[in-house]
């Protein structure tokens, strides 16, 4: 058996986040890049080379890419030979959240969600674990900004609902939420299981590289003709047309009931913001 101390733990949380705020992920400042190399329409070309620009002095300075640094979410796949030691894992991935909102000067966005009243310092977080083979744990954390999250979806479709239905809900989704999101966005997509599951995995589905191909041949069908379909919608960058709307459609999907076709749409704005680090 493994140990690990959760220690170890808050630390990574604490230079994760700090990282995750100011730092785009590679594949996202790519597809940004190549969005503005084909973009033909000036208005949204301008708005590429501000998002661009953006960016770099974020990284450079180590400034918050965006004032909204998100609500802390947080995965840990956690292998089943570890055994925390020297704490409570849950209050040592807080300390961590909350060490780095304070020391990295983000803004603390997270709110009792009736009395509205502000907790001050971003937490709590929003942990997910999921067990795995092994004695590794795997950290990710992704601030998420509510500009996009605000504009997810969940719906409960019938279970002889077809591909086309599915993309016409998706591509409805993305036009209802027009430049709300700041595109051009990513769209996480979780297929099957229950309600609560497919939302899980739809925000799972954010984490995968834009450069990685779905392994499932069918599936990235599905994500190109979803992104073709997004991007023909026009609503563009920021929401001023062009054909950049959205930078990647990624897909994951659970066996479900018979009897229904549960399907969550998380919508995630260009400032993608995810680092994972492996102890």
């Known amino acids: 058996m493994r140990q690990i101390s959760v220690k170890e733990v808050e630390k990574t949380i604490y230079e994760s986040f700090l990282k ?34 953006n960016a770099k002095i974020a990284k ?8 909204d640094t998100g609500m802390a979410v947080v995965f840990l796949e956690v292998g089943q030979e570890i055994a925390f ?14 060490k780095a909102y304070d020391d990295g000067g983000f803004r603390a966005s997270v709110a ?7 907790t001050r310092d971003n937490t709590p977080a929003v942990i997910h674990y999921e067990i795995i083979p092994g004695n590794e744990l795997r950290i990710t954390v992704a601030p998420k900004g509510f500009g996009s999250e605000n504009m997810s979806k969940t719906y409960m479709l019938n279970p002889t609902s077809s591909k086309e239905e599915i993309i016409k809900i998706v591509v409805d989704t993305v036009k209802e939420a027009g430049g709300k999101p700041c595109p051009p966005i990513i769209v996480g997509l ?20 834009l450069d990685k191909a779905n392994e499932d041949p069918e599936i990235a069908c599905l994500e190109r003709q979803l992104l073709n379909a997004i991007n023909n919608s026009m609503v563009g960058v920021q929401g001023f047309g062009g054909i950049n ?10 066996p479900t009931h018979i009897a229904g076709l549960p399907i969550a749409i998380n919508i995630q704005c260009h400032a993608a913001r995810h680092y994972t680090k492996v102890l």
């Open 85 to 98: 030691i020297d704490g409570d894992i849950n209050k040592a991935i807080n300390n961590g959240v909350r």
């Open 245 to 254: 709307t959205a930078l990647g459609v990624s897909i994951l999907t659970f």
């Open 60 to 67: 450079d300075n180590k400034w918050p890419m965006c004032q």
């Open 190 to 209: 979780g297929i099957g299981g229950t309600m609560e599951k497919a939302t899980y995995i739809a925000k799972k589905a954010l984490l995968r590289d």
């Open 20 to 53: 995750a705020n100011t730092e785009l992920p590679e594949d996202i400042a790519k597809a940004l890049h190549c969005a503005r190399d084909k973009e033909t329409n000036e208005l949204a070309k301008f708005a590429l080379d501000t998002i661009i620009e």
């Open 112 to 118: 009792d969600p009736l009395t509205r009243k502000n």
